[in-house]
């Protein structure tokens, strides 16, 4: 045990005892102890294995030999949850003992430059998404909700209108009993950049405040913001607001963290509207906005645009080319980097000084001291804690472990800022090195005014400083919070002071994915990087179009931040890493880019599942919540049963089909199957408070499409319809067109007459008389879009739908002399053409079979230029018991 302690660790083996305390004697991380392990099971296989969740609890290596000879007597299947052992997860600092960037005294270069992999750069923007119409996971089953009010004045009008519909809550400060939090600070007004942040920090607070329930169960976790309505993409809203842009950040790890919580971050554009207005908008987004996207692009649907003007978007990722034109780098440049002496900075800025023979200034904390004799002939870190021991022993001192650790490390960051210094010069340029930190106003400030005077005035800027503290939400203190958020954010608030009378012509930032896509582990570090993006925009916008700013949200590098266990935990995921040499040549080949694109993704594929374990298990059931009110489906007004609204086939459909795309966004509805009415759902409080069902969706297979067992349940969860849902690749086609069914002649009642088919306006979609037969009838319809229902995403035409079955009722009826049917299943619908369909469509019904009860027919809907565009197939009606009367057919 001691021999690898002092392998992994660089310790002499003599300086080791094993009372010692890993963490505060030999500075060993979480990640390092998982390394000791598994260099000792290396050498001693049959020892058992050690869940790191449960290695970070163990203080002393004592702790450790004790823990593992105990395990041999634990039965083997008692495993800490699979969550703990990701990495990217609950990890302290790295910062100590991890091994520096590059070798120490070798230029952090790559000297055989590698293909750049594919697809490597990745734009954003906005896209129009209309809201599903579902609730917001967990919304509607929350015991406690806390609407956070945060200065917004909006606290009580936001929990009044969820009450309105039953949902369970109040304006409130999130506590340990909250299942919910809905934060509404990034909606009050601004008077500082401090205000904003301080917005940030309550955000965070609230989450720790609910971390350990949501960790455990349901709930959600929702933040708004006003950053523009667009996530601060266009930097126009005012300055101090952009300091807000990291709260999706915080969102996006929350949903990481906490998978079966719904999770939302919404910036609303509150435009000057009353308050009243907003607390709606905010109410119906969570009411109706929909579930996020369990595949598909980072973070879809949990980002919510919504602008004045009710456009709602999210935000989505798209591979985007450099376009290589105006050289912004030169020798007459003067670039502040922070962090720029060490890790992946300093490789991207040897590159830059070698096409651009520009001069740097680099800062960093680490202090330049000169090197006792004994260590400069060691080459690691191994070899220099020995050579300081040995001084130590010589002049008898007793030193610990830890103090020798820090020693080795800042004589190794030394060495590492040297080598940059000299590889700079090397590759053409010049550098000189500011020890101090990028937070540090006053110590920046005198040493820039040095530089000018030597240089003139700074040109630009790349923010490279940057650390993590990986913990979970539940485990992070706000200290450590404070230190990840504040290098960044403050580090580039403190830049941008200091630099507010340079003519600055670029500022680059060294975002990270995890603002992108949310990490586990990472909320603060997911949040400073998101403010960097939105605080460049604004920055952007306000000095006009010669100057050039890019946020670089890289993915994960081969080296700097990590450590041999995250480059594991990437490839085992397949995600590439970003080799060295590429990488420094991607920053070089962006101050070149002509596009306007600011925020990027460099490196891997932005996918929130390209970060985190895909753990969805896609055989449990999702389940979708609706609320089915005159304020969402204001046409059920028209479709009443003796005054009673009645919910419709026709929309139970269309929830199942938009249950069937959310769950599989990368591939297209395509048909439902075997639709059953188990039993018809009358709406009893469709005009006030509205009436709660879910749709359960199970996958029952799975290969180049989906199937799905689908359920309505009502509010007592019980099934109420039935179906089974297919989802495929493309668009089904249908190309044939069923004959005329036999002789027909006009109709001669009222097609809406009250009785058979007792609808109202919005689904009086029957055209004139249809012609009808013995075996079928023909007839003309229109759609949704033509009987004024509200504008949407429609996943069907249920207008189309219900006139469908509307025929099948007429056809039976009238056969049967019937007064009235109802359809009680349906066999196969099929759509050919997604969403609305325009104008008037011929629908032909063919009778399949026919008894004294029920009638089975196939509507088949034909465009105006023959294409049929969507089958209603084995549709049973029933004739309603009692409705017959004397003039009946078969009478
Ligand atoms: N490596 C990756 O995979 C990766 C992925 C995405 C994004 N990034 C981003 O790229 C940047 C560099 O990362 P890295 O991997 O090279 O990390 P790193 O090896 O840990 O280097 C961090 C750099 O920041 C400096 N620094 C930290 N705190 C500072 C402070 N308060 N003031 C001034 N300098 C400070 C460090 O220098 P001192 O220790 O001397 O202060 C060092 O130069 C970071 O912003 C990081 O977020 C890296």
């Not at 599903?132 to 929350?142: H, Q």
């Not at 920090?201 to 349901?218: D, H, N, P, S, Y």
């Not at 009443?640 to 069937?660: I, M």
Request: glycine letters at 10%; aromatic letters at 4%; proline letters at 6%.
């Amino acid at each position: 045990m001691l021999e690898v302690v002092a392998e992994k660790t660089g310790y002499p083996v003599d300086m080791l005892e094993l009372s010692m305390d890993l963490a505060g004697d030999l500075g060993v991380d979480s990640i390092k102890r998982v390394e000791i392990l598994a260099a000792m099971r290396d050498q001693a296989p049959d020892l058992p294995e050690v869940d790191p969740a449960e290695l970070g609890k163990l203080r002393t290596l004592q702790e450790i030999v004790d823990r593992m000879a105990l395990d041999e007597k634990a039965p083997l299947d008692e495993k800490a949850p699979r969550e703990a052992a990701q990495g990217g997860s609950a990890t302290q600092s790295r910062r100590a003992d991890r091994p520096p960037a590059v070798a120490p005294g070798v230029p952090p270069t790559a000297s055989s430059a590698q293909p750049l992999p594919q697809s490597m750069r990745w734009a954003l923007r906005l896209e129009a998404t209309p809201a599903s119409g579902f609730a917001l996971p967990g919304l509607l089953d929350a015991t406690a909700i806390a609407v956070l009010d945060g200065g917004s004045g909006l606290a009580e009008l936001v929990a009044a209108g969820l009450a309105k519909h039953g949902v369970k809550a109040a304006a409130s400060t999130p506590g340990a009993t909250s299942d919910g939090v809905i934060s509404l600070g990034g909606l009050a007004d601004l008077g500082s950049v401090d205000d904003a942040l301080a917005v940030q920090r309550e955000a965070f607070v609230a989450a720790k405040a609910v971390a350990a329930k949501l960790t455990e169960g349901r709930g959600i976790f929702v933040t708004v913001q006003d950053t523009g309505g667009d996530f601060g993409l266009s930097g126009e809203e005012p300055s101090e607001r952009a300091w807000l842009g990291g709260l999706p950040g915080l969102v996006k790890t929350a949903a990481q963290e906490w998978p079966a919580v719904g999770t939302r971050a919404i910036d609303l554009d509150r435009d000057g509207r009353d308050p009243k207005t907003i607390a709606d908008v905010i109410v119906a987004e969570l009411l109706r906005g929909g579930t996020p996207h369990r595949d598909g692009a980072a973070g879809a649907g949990i980002e919510v645009a919504i602008r004045a003007d009710g456009t709602r978007s999210t935000l989505i990722s798209y591979a985007a080319d450099v376009t290589p034109g105006t050289q912004r780098v030169t020798k007459e440049s003067v670039i502040v980097a922070s962090g720029g002496a060490r890790g992946v900075t300093a490789t991207t800025l040897i590159a830059l000084a070698e096409a651009s023979g520009a001069r740097f200034v680099l800062l960093g904390r680490t202090a330049l001291e000169d090197e006792p004799a004994s260590c400069k002939s060691a080459t690691d870190d191994a070899g220099i804690k020995k050579a300081l021991l040995a001084d130590a022993k010589a002049a008898g001192i007793a030193i610990k472990p830890a103090d020798l650790g820090a020693h080795a490390a800042r004589i190794l960051a030394g060495r590492e800022v040297n080598a940059t210094l000299r590889a700079i010069e090397a590759a053409g340029g010049q550098a000189r090195y500011v020890a101090a930190s990028v937070t540090d106003g006053d110590a920046l400030g005198d040493a820039l005014s040095e530089v000018r005077a030597a240089w003139g005035p700074i040109t630009g800027i790349v923010h490279g400083a940057g650390l993590i503290a990986d913990r979970y939400i539940t485990d992070k203190s706000l200290e450590d919070w404070g230190r990840v958020f504040d290098t960044k954010v403050e580090g580039l608030r403190a830049l941008l002071e200091v630099t507010a009378g340079d003519p600055l012509e670029v500022l680059i930032a060294f975002s990270s994915v995890a603002g992108r896509c949310g990490n586990r582990g990472q909320c603060d570090y997911a949040m400073a990087n998101e403010t960097l993006n939105k605080v460049l925009a604004v920055e952007s916008r306000r000095r006009g179009n010669t100057f050039f700013a890019r946020s670089l949200r890289w993915g994960p590098w081969d080296g700097g931040m990590m450590t041999p266990d995250l480059k594991k935990h990437f490839q085992d995921l397949g995600v590439p890493l970003i080799p060295l040499a590429a990488g420094a040549q991607m920053l070089v080949d962006e101050l070149t880019d002509d596009s306007d694109s600011l925020e990027l993704v460099l490196g891997g594929e932005p996918r929130p599942e390209a970060l985190s374990a895909p753990d969805a298990d896609r055989s449990v059931p999702a389940t979708f919540d609706v609320i089915i009110d005159r304020e969402a489906f204001p046409t059920i007004d028209d479709h009443r049963v003796k005054g009673q609204p009645v919910l419709p086939v026709a929309l139970v459909l269309e929830l199942f089909a938009r249950a069937v795309e959310a769950t599989r966004p990368d591939l297209v509805f395509s048909a439902i199957e075997e639709l059953k009415v188990l039993r018809g759902v009358a709406l009893e409080h469709f005009s006030e408070g509205g009436d709660r069902f879910r749709v359960r969706i199970t996958r029952v297979s799975n290969g180049d499409g989906a199937t799905f067992r689908l359920e309505l349940l009502d509010a007592d969860g019980r099934p109420r319809y039935s179906a089974n849902g297919i989802a495929e690749r493309s668009t089904p086609t249908r190309t044939s067109v069923p004959p005329r069914p036999g002789a027909l002649t006009r109709f001669e009642g009222t097609v809406y007459d009250g009785g058979a088919l007792f609808h109202g306006d919005a689904f009086q979609v029957i055209v004139g008389a249809p012609d009808i037969g013995e075996t079928g009838l023909e007839a003309v319809l229109e759609g949704t879009a033509s009987r004024g229902w509200p504008a949407g995403e429609w996943a069907t035409d249920p207008a189309l739908v219900d006139g469908g079955l509307q025929l099948a009722l007429l056809w039976t009826c009238n056969a049967e002399g019937a007064g009235g049917a109802l359809p009680t299943s349906v066999k196969s619908y099929r759509r050919f053409v997604r969403g609305l369909i325009d104008g008037p469509l011929k629908a032909i019904l063919t009778v399949t079979d026919q008894n004294a009860d029920r009638s089975i027919s196939d509507v088949v809907l034909i465009d105006s230029s023959g294409q049929p565009v969507a089958e209603l197939l084995g549709i049973e009606t029933h004739v309603l018991p009692g409705s017959r009367t004397s003039s009946s057919v078969r009478a």
